[in-house]
């Protein structure tokens, strides 16, 4: 049984434009949240999320995307776990989809909902976006 969360931690990074890209490699990351939308994809070991009362074990090759303000709280299952992030702000979207500021997803495992097909358009989006957001 997991002990309450008496403190949350607000993440903050610059962004461009709305958007912020990155790898990291966790071991254990406190319960957190932030304005942005957030899709993390497992790259290497599997990730234990805590987060909307539920806890999800995430295995290479699966996503999640957290609403924003959503608090989450990231744990190693047995080696570091490295992933890719990609946070994207409300606004960057919402002259396109003005009804994105009152959507919240209800089951954040991207792999519920979508299709084989569809994950892997969007591992390989997020690789193309990865390579143009780092030159």
């Known amino acids: ?6 403190e949350l931690e607000i993440i903050r990074y610059p962004q461009t434009d709305g958007l912020c890209m990155f790898f990291d490699t966790i ?3 406190t319960a957190h949240f932030h304005p942005e939308w957030e899709i993390l994809l ?4 599997a990730l234990l999320i805590h987060t ?12 999640v995307l957290f609403n924003p303000w959503q608090a989450h709280e990231f744990h190693r299952v047995e080696e570091s776990c490295t992933a890719l992030f990609l ?6 979207f919402s002259m ?3 009804k994105i500021e009152h959507l919240i997803m209800e089951d954040s495992r991207l792999t519920a909902w979508l299709h084989k097909q569809e994950q892997e358009e969007i591992i390989g989006l997020l690789f193309h976006m990865m390579d143009v957001y780092l030159i």
Do not use: C, I, K
């Open 52 to 63: 909307a009362g539920e806890e999800m074990t995430l295995s290479p090759g699966e996503m």
């Open 27 to 29: 071991d254990y990351r």
């Open 87 to 92: 946070q994207f702000s409300t606004e960057l």
């Open 42 to 45: 497992v790259l290497e070991n």
């Open 96 to 98: 396109a989809f003005p």
């Open 1 to 6: 049984m997991r002990a309450p969360v008496h």
